[in-house]
């Protein structure tokens, strides 16, 4: 069973930077799609960054030119930059990856993280 691990989020003032980071656990064989969400307090998880199976990285409008999301195939992990920290990026954020381990192969599953919380207050 795989299970996403995140880390990174915390507090920050407004114009600070943090970096998540999601690792999936298990034989990983590859992972084919990437999504970074977020959900604030009575809102609906939205996505913030993805990068699809073959396609260009894409952003929500509200962090384009201030997130950055990556990954290292290496590693099998995930990142996303968040600079200039404004206090509306308060949320829970999730990885969503979807994966094929070597046990699996060629199948892939869509995979949570467990969500880590961004507080962005001064």
């Known amino acids: 069973q795989v299970q996403l691990v995140e880390s990174g989020g915390g507090s920050v003032q407004p114009g600070g930077s943090l970096r998540l980071s999601c690792a999936p656990s298990?034989?990983?064989?590859?992972?084919?799609?990437v999504g970074w969400y977020r959900q604030a307090p009575g809102k609906q998880r939205e996505l913030v960054a993805g990068?699809?199976?073959?396609?260009?990285?894409s952003y929500a409008d509200s962090v384009k030119g201030r997130f950055t999301v990556s990954r290292d195939n290496a590693k099998n992990t995930v990142y996303l930059q968040m600079n200039s920290l404004k206090p509306e990026d308060t949320a829970v954020y999730y990885c969503?990856?979807?994966?094929?381990?070597?046990?699996?192969?060629?199948?892939?599953?869509?995979?949570w993280g467990q969500g880590t919380q961004v507080t962005v207050s001064s």
């Open positions: 990068i699809p199976d073959g396609g260009m990285t």
């Open positions: 969503n990856l979807v994966v094929v381990t070597h046990s699996s192969w060629p199948l892939e599953k869509e995979y």
């Open positions: 298990g034989n990983i064989f590859s992972i084919n799609v």
